[in-house]
């Protein structure tokens, strides 16, 4: 892992402890219109996450975790608040400034990988290079070994994916969330389709990354995992219920409130 990461970052927002936050949001809130009203998927958000922190997001089905990750990531938009990664506000973009953004900012992990199945993983790995030109053209396949190393599978590059076992493909997909060097990683419930020694080798790895500097947000239904990450927010009705850090309670703003 690049031991610059933290300075090729660029410049963060100021987080509530003194330190930089690579992550900001500020009053965020989703509704949704649906044939019984309007639904309230995230209420009054205040969230500030750390440079190289791994944070965990847990709760329930229908707490707002998936909504909270597409909000962070760009794919979906705030009803209102304001959201800001890296110093970069990402409200206000249109939908090219979002994807030119989220493919230099943020690298996504899926549960079920989503790998293309006709290209190799070595390719699955260049293909955010290539659509962002992040790297000259001659760099890419190079980094792409490199980065397939780093995570523990240089040998797989040139095999397709349904050739890898499950553990296997969710490192590749790792490694092309890691391709463009983004500064943060959201990770969507990234372990769920693994078994529990695949499943710990993985968040053994998000922890490898997090203290090279990279953020790691994972999203997860299962608590436990809480015991792997620095930082964990219980989502419960679209608010944010606790904020656990260093094996302590944090009240959350909106809890300290209401």
């Not at 199945?117 to 030109?133: G, I, Q």
């Not at 076992?165 to 693994?194: F, H, K, W, Y």
């Not at 710990?200 to 990354?209: A, Q, V």
């Amino acid at each position: 892992m690049d031991p610059n990461r933290r300075m090729r970052h660029g410049s963060g927002v100021a987080g509530s402890g003194g330190g930089q936050s690579l992550i900001a949001m500020h009053k965020v809130s989703k509704s949704y219109e649906t044939p019984a009203g309007t639904f309230a998927a995230l209420s009054g958000i205040d969230l500030a996450v750390c440079r190289g922190d791994f944070l965990a997001v847990v709760g329930k089905s229908g707490s707002g975790k998936s909504t909270l990750i597409n909000l962070l990531t760009g794919i979906d938009r705030p009803t209102s608040g304001e959201i800001l990664v890296a110093g970069e506000a990402v409200t206000g973009k249109t939908e090219s400034q979002l994807a030119a953004w989220r493919g230099r900012s943020v690298g996504i992990v899926f549960q079920f990988f989503q790998l293309l199945p006709t290209l190799t993983v070595a390719e699955n790995v260049m293909l955010p290079m290539d659509f962002c030109a992040t790297f000259p053209a001659g760099r890419r396949r190079g980094r792409a070994l490199d980065l397939l190393g780093e995570v523990g599978i240089a040998e797989q590059a040139d095999k397709f994916p349904a050739m890898l076992s499950g553990g296997q493909q969710q490192r590749a997909a790792i490694a092309r969330a890691l391709a463009n060097d983004p500064p943060l990683i959201v990770a969507d419930e990234p372990t769920g389709n693994l078994d529990s020694h695949t499943a710990e080798d993985i968040l053994t790895l998000f922890s490898r990354l997090a203290a090279a500097g990279v953020t790691i947000v994972l999203v997860t239904h299962e608590r436990d995992v809480a015991a792997r990450v620095d930082r964990t927010i219980v989502l419960a009705d679209g608010r944010i219920e606790s904020d656990t850090a260093g094996g302590r309670i944090r009240a959350s703003a909106q809890t300290a409130a209401g």
